[in-house]
């Protein structure tokens, strides 16, 4: 059995890891800001095809990590900036971090 810190940074790792999807409405209103047709975007990522993007915008798909920074990179952001919210109140995450409270409770032996 894990001790409480253990168990504590193992549950903040996992956090960390579980991925977030883009928000298609941010990427459409920074590309706008900056000017940018869906094609110009594209070709400023490093080639990424114009569908590509329609395709994020929509939510449609969940591009990997190295398309969002290089979109983010075009658009002079970071990846964070164009990822939905974190959500502060998964009953999951909740429930993990009761655990945590708990195992850390306990005396490890």
């Known amino acids: 059995m894990l001790g409480g810190r253990a168990a504590a ?3 903040c790792m996992a956090t960390q890891m579980m991925p977030r999807r883009v928000d298609g409405s941010a990427l459409k ?3 706008l800001e900056a000017g940018f047709s869906r094609e110009r975007l594209g070709a400023a990522a490093g080639g990424i095809a114009s569908a590509t ?3 994020v915008e ?3 798909v969940s ?3 190295s398309t969002v920074a290089a979109l983010a990179a075009a658009l002079g952001c970071v990846p964070e900036d164009l990822l939905e919210p ?3 109140h998964d009953p999951g995450a909740s429930r993990a971090a009761e655990e945590v409270g ?3 409770a ?3 032996g």
């Open 9 to 11: 940074e193992i549950a």
């Open 29 to 31: 209103r920074r590309r």
């Open 53 to 55: 993007v329609v395709r």
């Open 58 to 60: 929509r939510g449609e």
């Open 63 to 65: 591009p990997h990590p």
């Open 86 to 88: 974190q959500d502060d």
């Open 102 to 104: 708990e195992g850390a």
């Open 106 to 108: 306990r005396p490890s």
